[in-house]
DNA sequence: TGGCATCTAATGCAGGTGCATAATATGTAT
DNA sequence: ATACATATTATGCACCTGCATTAGATGCCA
């Protein structure tokens, strides 16, 4: 692959995800009271709709099992998840989303697509790819 | 713009984002002693290929201005950059590469050129998109 | 059963980041 | 010249993240 294809992409990518995590940040911290990472997680859930393993979640987000074990802390602590046992191996944990969870899942996802059409509106969505 | 199209390009910013910042950090740091952020501004400076002031590199890097001025001061530490003053505005300071900045700048650069390579080749440009 | 490697999740810790603020310099208007 | 708004960089602080490690559970094999 092109080398100034590769390093284009990189700086778009870049360019991206640092416009598109400071704005998810402030708007979904100040009109729902949730992180990106927090809000990740709800919405993967929901997605799935069951209750999904520690390790299932990890998976799908690009958090550590360290760092995904502690949002999944908070969310707890926020009444918008808990914590279930798995009878079958007591080593792992169900995380299931509370109706509350469902409601402010519900109440912020609107806010992540605005959020998102506005940043990737304003770029196309791979730009020029001029490198340097 | 479609929603799908949109969800799905944030997932793949993501998740590129994610493996090449894993990889850089790696990478960079086991061989060369650099993070992500010390080596985007070594490159930056090597690329205007003068002198910048902190708020030009603020405009170039994904940082804030405490982060940008704290990985300067990193910087300056591993005589990599030195801090100059601005003689016409005493606010100012400029960031100069040494010898050493360039040496270790292009030692690391094939580095990060693999990595991106590497990374980007696997998954194309952009993918299928398909959000959900 | 006992011993041991593996797996899962939680936690101590160090480090990087952003926000708010401080400290200093500049420019402008009166 | 003074006062005040603005601009530039540095710093205190809280928070989030990853790495390494720990604690506990499981599976397997002798």
Redesign the pocket.
């Known amino acids: 692959m092109d080398e100034q294809v590769v390093v284009g992409t990189w700086r778009y990518v870049l360019a991206m995800h640092?416009k598109a995590m400071?704005a998810l940040?402030?708007e979904l911290g100040d009109r729902h009271g949730l992180?990106?990472?927090?809000f990740e997680v709800l919405d993967r859930i929901v997605h799935h709709d069951r209750k999904l393993?520690?390790?299932?979640?990890?998976d799908e987000v690009?958090?550590?099992?360290?760092?995904?074990?502690?949002?999944?802390?908070?969310l707890e602590k926020a009444a918008l998840v808990t914590?279930d046992a798995?009878?079958?191996?007591?080593?792992?944990?169900?995380?299931c989303i509370t109706p509350e969870g469902r409601t402010r899942h519900a109440a912020a996802l609107p806010t992540q697509r605005a959020v998102l059409q506005e940043i990737f509106a304003e770029a196309p969505a791979l730009p020029g790819l001029a490198a340097r």
């Not at 958090?63 to 908070?74: E, G, T």
């Not at 798995?86 to 995380?95: E, K, N, Q, Y």
Request: charged share 30%.
């Open positions: 640092s400071c940040e402030r992180g990106p990472s927090e393993r520690l390790q299932e979640l990890c690009h958090l550590s099992q360290s760092a995904l074990s502690r949002v999944v802390a908070r914590r798995c009878s079958s191996d007591r080593r792992g944990i169900f995380v």
